[in-house]
């Protein structure tokens, strides 16, 4: 199997898109077709995503929808050592029905794996505009051509404001109390997580820009803490706005929800876009907020305060600089895991720190 592909259902497009057929006949209790499956060319190591509309009549007239499956990962090395798909539906489902926070329309989960070779759900594909990640919407791409100074100061708001709202939902209600680990506060649990990972991604070898970070963030936990089910991968390209950009159509990526606290998605939120500009020696576009002033929003916005966010800017780049030191790793460019652009600006902000 080809490395760059995170499973073989890739191979099978075909078998894959009969068998989706079938399936979704089944669930809905009539028959659909789907013309054709197509795998976006952004489609990576932490998951896999499938598009494809179904069709289907209903009282004399042709109905469609356009839809979009995400798979579960099956690779070599993989970008985590375990990836729940349930944990992720289950956020957006709980999520959709007891908020007014904009999510896919879910379609159903399958974790029998005998269909396809691995679980996947399916959701309603959401119409709108996405900044793009690769080029960074700093570098090239629709923000840059295509939006005003204004427009992007309004959409980085949106963002911004749809998150706080978000974190002003009770995680007890939404049913994910169960994430948290008796003994431990939601914090220990994820650094805990992180020193595992840095060991299991590195494939032994070890990484001193994440272990220093590591070592600093056990030293330095903030104490008594609010506790939210937080976005975990909170970054301007996994919004969908809506098309005419006058507010979020829906909020992407749920792979790494996790209790904590939230202003740790704020950090991350900053810290990703500086990656992509400070760390690649680019400016930011212009009319995108400072973070001095998001950090401001989202405390008037959420009604919480973000007194531990430079810990968190550091918890951000040691995440983020594990993640793509393991991308590195696991894709054979050698050369970067130690020393990728993200662990540098990580240890830029670690200089600051100490």
């Avoid at 800017?313 to 130690?338: C, H, K, W």
């Amino acid at each position: 199997m080809d490395n760059a592909r995170p499973t073989p259902l890739v191979d099978d497009i075909e078998g894959t898109r009969q068998k989706l057929e079938s399936w979704i006949s089944a669930k809905r209790g009539h028959e659909v077709s789907i013309p054709d499956l197509s795998i976006p060319e952004a489609t990576g190591m932490s998951n896999v995503t499938l598009l494809f509309d179904i069709q289907w009549q209903e009282n004399g007239q042709q109905q469609s929808e356009a839809l979009v499956a995400r798979l579960q990962p099956v690779i070599e090395r993989p970008v985590f050592p375990d990836y729940d798909l349930s944990l992720q539906y289950e956020v957006m489902d709980s999520v959709g029905r007891h908020s007014d926070i904009p999510v896919p329309q879910l379609h159903g989960l399958e974790t029998d794996t005998s269909l396809l070779g691995v679980q996947f759900y399916l959701m309603k594909r959401t119409d709108g505009r996405i900044p793009t990640d690769m080029p960074p919407y700093n570098m090239d791409g629709w923000m840059m051509h295509e939006t005003s100074p204004q427009e992007r100061q309004s959409l980085w708001y949106a963002a911004v404001d749809t998150m706080a709202r978000f974190h002003q939902l009770d995680y007890q209600a939404l049913g994910f109390a169960k994430l948290h680990e008796a003994g431990k506060t939601p914090l220990q649990q994820q650094l805990d997580y992180w020193q595992h990972y840095l060991d299991w991604s590195m494939e032994g070898a070890g990484h001193p820009i994440g272990q220093r970070a590591l070592d600093w963030l056990q030293a330095n936990q903030p104490q008594d803490e609010p506790t939210a089910l937080c976005w975990g991968d909170s970054r301007l390209g996994n919004v969908i706005f809506n098309a005419d950009l006058n507010g979020v159509a829906a909020v992407l990526d749920w792979e790494m929800a996790v209790l904590g606290n939230p202003v740790q998605d704020l950090a991350w939120f900053n810290f990703m876009d500086a990656t992509f500009s400070e760390g690649l020696g680019m400016p930011r576009l212009e009319g995108l907020p400072n973070y001095e002033d998001s950090v401001a929003r989202w405390e008037q916005v959420s009604g919480l305060s973000a007194r531990d966010y430079e810990y968190y800017v550091i918890f951000a780049g040691m995440r983020y600089g594990l993640i793509l030191s393991r991308v590195f790793l696991a894709t054979g460019r050698d050369s970067e895991v130690q020393n990728s652009f993200a662990c540098q600006l990580l240890e830029k902000y670690l200089d600051r720190m100490t």
